[in-house]
């Protein structure tokens, strides 16, 4: 599966911006796509999941509430909405897919073994 991330930019804190994450190359009926993020000197870190056969949607605690992920099936695309984006968004952020993900362990980066190329998202304050 190819995965292209598209979305970033550079805002002021307490704006929005929605990340898109299309995916093309196969079905994505039996996987996850994911939300990752890195920001400078730091690990990459979970942000948010979907379950595409469901739509069952998993968020980090440092994003619930003010980020949504979604999907649209006709598109093959998933997009993460962020509000009130504070400078500790600030990071590169990645779409993943895993697989027949387990819903115990779909918050763990093992497992996303397709990647996007990242999109920037700079806060400013």
């Known amino acids: 599966v190819q995965l292209q991330a598209s979305g970033g930019g550079l805002v002021q804190a307490g704006d929005s911006l929605r990340l898109s994450c299309a995916a093309s190359?196969?079905?994505?009926?039996?996987?996850?796509v994911g939300w990752f993020r890195q920001a400078p000197g730091k690990e990459r870190e979970f942000v948010a999941t979907?379950?595409?056969?469901?739509?069952?949607?998993y968020y980090a605690d440092s994003v619930k509430g003010r980020s949504t992920i979604s999907r649209d099936r006709a598109k093959n695309t998933v997009y993460l909405q962020m509000d009130s984006l504070k400078p500790a968004d600030t990071a590169v952020y990645y779409c993943?897919?895993?697989?027949?993900?387990?819903?115990?362990?779909?918050?763990?980066?093992?497992?996303?073994?397709?990647w996007g190329q990242g999109t920037l998202v700079t806060v400013s304050s």
């Open positions: 190359g196969r079905t994505l009926r039996d996987s996850a």
């Open positions: 993943a897919v895993k697989d027949r993900p387990i819903t115990s362990t779909i918050r763990s980066r093992d497992g996303y073994d397709y």
């Open positions: 979907l379950r595409w056969s469901t739509g069952a949607t």
